[in-house]
C-alpha cells in the first residue's frame, strides 16, 4: 500500500465505492423481481397482475444462444517447440473448467450481464487464507477456483472512469468469524471488533427468496463477519478492510497478490453494451425492455379484466315474464312459443375492445425490436409478411448474437487467461490427461516380403502436466476459446451438416485432389477434409481416416494380388519405411502433432482476425 494512503482513508473509500453503485443495485434487484415474477418465493398472489413475463422470455432465449456446453480452449506458441506443451496446457484447461463446473458459472455471468455487468473472480485457494473460505466448493489447498461475484458484493473506485483504471476493485465476503482467528493471518483483536453479517449490508438480490427469514443472528449456524477484500493494482497487494461503515486504525490484513500482472487482478468483467462514455458501468439490457415488460403485462391485464367483466343478460317487459321464462329455460335448438318475442331480448355488456389487442400486439412488435428480434431466437414466430423481410430478420439478428456471443468469448478467454497462469506456475502440478493419438502400422517378414501385424489406429494414451514438461515462459503462448465451441449444434441441423458434408465437400475435395495431382500441385486430401469438418463442428472426421479395418483388407487385397516378379536388377519395391509400396504411408507421431498444431494456431489467428 501507498505509504500515504491511511486505513481509515482506504476504508472510506470503499464506502463510497459502494455507495457510488447503490442506484445501480436498486435497479438490478427491480429488473430481477420482474425476471423471477410474482410467484417466486410466494404461495399466492393477485391473479391477472403478471400474466406476461417478456423479460424471463428474452432471457431464457438469449443464454441458451450463448452458453451451453463447456468451452474448448486453444493454445498456441510463436515457438515450435513449444508447441506440444500448449497443447498439453489446452487440455488441461479443458479439465479444470468440468472441474470447476465453468458452464454453469459462465451461463451465471450471462444472466449477470444482461441486468447490469458480470463478475467473476479467479484465483487460488491457499491454505488458511480467505481464497479458500470464499469458495463455494469444497477444495483442497492449492486448487484453482472461479466463481461469479454478485454485483450486490462489489465496489470500485468512486471516482474512476474505467474499471481497468480504478485504484481498487473490491468484493465483500459473509466469512465464520472463527475461521478468521484460528487462521492466524488476520488482526484478531479487530476481528473480535466486527460487528455481526448484515448489520450494515442493505437488502439486496439474495433476499428475494428469505420472505419468510428475518435477517438475524439467530439463524445463523456460525458467528458471521463481513468483511471486504479490494485489489490494489499500484501496490499489487490483496487488501482485507472490515464490511460494515465502521472504520478501524488498521487493515484486517495485507498481503501481495499472487496473479498474472492485469490491470483487473483477480476480476475478469463481461459487458453486453457499447460502453457510456467516462463512466465505468454499463447500461443494461434489462433495462431497456422493463417499461414495455411493465407496460406490455399492465395492457394484458387490462385486456383480461374487460373480457372478465363480459356478460348477457335477458331485459323483458314486466307482462312478459312467462315468455322469458320460457326463453331462459329452453334447451339448445329448442321451439317454444311466446306471446311477443319482440318483449324480450339479450343485452351484452363490457368485453374487450379490438383497439386494446391491436396496441398489445404493437408493443410486442417494439419489446421484440428492442430486445434483438427475441421472438426468432426463441423459435416462437416470424415477425414479417414476406420472405424477404424474413431474411433481412434473421440476418440482423444473427448479427447481433454473434456480437453477443463474441464479447462472451472474449471475456471468457480473459478468465481462462488467469487459470492457464496458475497451471503454467504450479511447482507442484501433476494433472492426469487423455490424449488420442495415431499409432503407424506395424509389420513383420513373411516370405512373400512385409506382412501387416497390425494397422494404422487412433488409441488414447495417458499424458501427465508436471513441471518438467513445463516449456517457455507464460508471454510465449497465446490463449484462446475456439470459437461457437460453447453452443449446442440442434441434431436436424448438424445432420443437415453432415448430408451436405458428404455429398458436397468430400466429392469437390475428390475432383480438387485429382485437379492437383495432374497439375503436380501438392493437396493433402485428408487434410483438407478434416479442416472442413472442423469448420462445420464435426468432430469425428479424423477416425475416418484410421479405419483399422479398412486398411487391413486394402493391405491384403493389394498383397494378394499378381505383381512382377523380382529380378537381380529390380530393387524390391518397398518404402523408406519399410512398408510395402502399395500401401499408403502412415505419418509418425511427430508429423501427426505439428499438423494438428499449425491447425490449432490457424484457428486461433482467425478467431483474433
Known amino acids: 500500500m501507498p505509504s500515504n494512503t491511511s486505513p481509515e482513508k482506504f476504508q472510506r473509500a470503499v464506502q463510497a465505492g459502494y455507495k457510488r453503485l447503490e442506484n445501480f443495485r436498486k435497479a438490478r434487484l427491480m429488473f430481477l423481481r420482474a425476471f423471477a415474477g410474482q410467484y417466486y418465493d410466494r404461495d399466492r398472489g393477485p391473479i391477472g397482475t403478471e400474466p406476461l413475463n417478456l423479460t424471463f422470455s428474452a432471457i431464457s432465449a438469449l443464454v441458451p444462444n450463448i452458453v451451453m456446453t463447456f468451452p474448448k480452449h486453444v493454445v498456441t506458441s510463436r515457438f515450435t517447440a513449444y508447441r506440444p506443451y500448449a497443447r498439453l496446457l489446452a487440455m488441461a484447461l479443458d479439465d ?6 465453468l458452464k454453469d458459472k459462465f451461463r451465471r455471468w450471462v444472466v449477470d450481464a444482461l441486468f447490469v455487468m458480470g463478475i467473476m473472480k479467479t484465483g487460488l485457494c491457499e491454505s488458511d487464507s480467505l481464497y479458500a473460505l ?6 483442497d489447498a492449492g486448487t484453482i477456483y472461479t466463481e461469479v461475484v454478485n454485483f450486490d458484493n462489489f465496489a470500485c473506485d468512486p471516482d474512476t472512469t474505467s474499471l481497468e483504471e480504478a485504484t481498487f476493485l473490491a468484493d465483500r465476503i459473509r466469512v465464520p468469524r472463527a475461521m478468521l482467528l484460528d487462521s492466524g493471518l488476520y488482526a484478531n483483536d479487530l476481528i ?5 453479517s448484515g448489520t450494515d449490508v442493505p437488502r439486496g438480490v439474495r433476499d428475494l427468496s428469505r420472505r419468510q427469514v428475518a435477517r438475524n443472528s439467530d439463524t445463523d449456524l456460525h458467528d458471521m463477519v463481513d468483511v ?5 493494482p499500484s501496490a499489487d497487494a490483496i487488501v482485507t478492510v472490515p464490511g460494515c461503515k465502521q472504520t478501524f486504525p488498521r487493515f ?3 498481503d501481495d497478490y499472487y496473479g498474472p500482472d492485469r490491470p483487473t487482478g483477480p476480476y475478469t468483467f463481461l459487458r453486453l453494451t457499447p460502453p457510456v462514455s467516462d463512466n465505468p458501468m454499463p447500461v443494461a439490457p434489462v433495462g431497456i425492455w422493463h417499461d414495455l415488460h411493465t407496460r406490455a403485462n399492465e395492457m394484458v391485464t387490462k385486456v383480461c379484466d374487460q373480457a372478465s367483466r363480459q356478460k348477457d343478460i335477458v331485459a323483458y317487459k314486466p307482462a312478459a ?11 339448445d335448438g329448442e321451439s317454444v312459443s311466446v306471446s311477443d318475442p319482440d318483449s324480450v331480448k339479450v343485452l351484452s355488456f363490457g368485453g374487450q375492445q379490438r383497439s386494446n389487442e391491436a396496441h398489445i400486439q404493437q408493443l410486442m412488435l417494439w419489446w421484440n425490436l428492442v430486445s434483438g428480434n427475441i421472438e426468432t431466437l426463441g423459435g416462437v414466430r416470424e415477425s414479417s409478411a414476406t420472405a424477404t423481410q424474413a431474411q433481412i430478420i434473421n440476418a440482423n439478428q444473427s448479427v447481433r448474437i454473434e456480437d453477443l456471443r463474441d464479447l462472451v468469448y472474449a471475456a471468457a478467454g480473459e478468465e481462462s487467461q488467469l487459470r492457464g497462469w496458475y497451471l503454467h506456475t504450479d511447482p507442484m502440478i501433476e494433472l492426469p490427461l487423455t490424449d488420442r493419438r495415431s ?8 516370405p512373400a516380403g512385409p506382412v501387416m501385424a497390425s494397422p494404422p489406429r487412433l488409441e488414447e494414451v495417458q499424458v501427465m502436466l508436471t513441471p518438467e514438461v513445463r516449456r517457455g515462459d507464460w508471454i510465449d503462448f497465446v490463449l484462446d476459446i475456439k470459437p461457437k465451441s460453447m453452443s449446442r449444434i440442434d441434431p436436424q441441423l448438424r445432420l443437415q451438416r453432415m448430408l451436405e458434408f458428404a455429398t458436397k465437400v468430400v466429392p469437390s475435395a475428390a475432383a480438387a485432389a485429382q485437379t492437383c495431382m495432374a497439375l503436380g500441385v501438392p493437396f493433402s486430401f485428408a487434410k483438407f477434409v478434416q479442416l472442413m469438418a472442423e469448420e462445420m463442428d464435426i468432430e469425428w472426421m479424423d477416425e475416418v481416416f484410421f479405419d483399422p479395418d479398412y486398411q487391413m483388407a486394402m493391405a491384403e487385397i493389394m498383397m494378394k494380388s499378381p505383381s512382377m516378379a523380382t529380378s537381380k536388377g529390380l530393387m524390391p519395391q518397398v518404402q523408406q519405411n519399410q512398408q510395402p509400396a502399395s500401401v499408403s504411408k502412415v505419418p509418425s507421431d511427430q ?6 498444431q499449425q491447425r490449432t494456431a490457424a484457428d486461433a489467428q482467425r478467431s483474433r482476425s
Open 96 to 101: 479444470t473448467g468440468r472441474k470447476v463446473n
Open 134 to 139: 470464499n469458495s463455494l466448493d469444497s477444495v
Open 192 to 196: 473480535e471488533r466486527l460487528p455481526e
Open 228 to 232: 471486504v477484500e479490494a485489489y490494489v
Open 252 to 254: 484486517l490484513r495485507v
Open 321 to 331: 315474464v312467462e315468455d322469458a321464462d320460457q326463453i331462459r329455460e329452453a334447451s
Open 439 to 446: 499409432v503407424p502400422a506395424q509389420y513383420v517378414s513373411g
Open 591 to 596: 508429423t501427426l502433432q505439428n499438423q494438428e
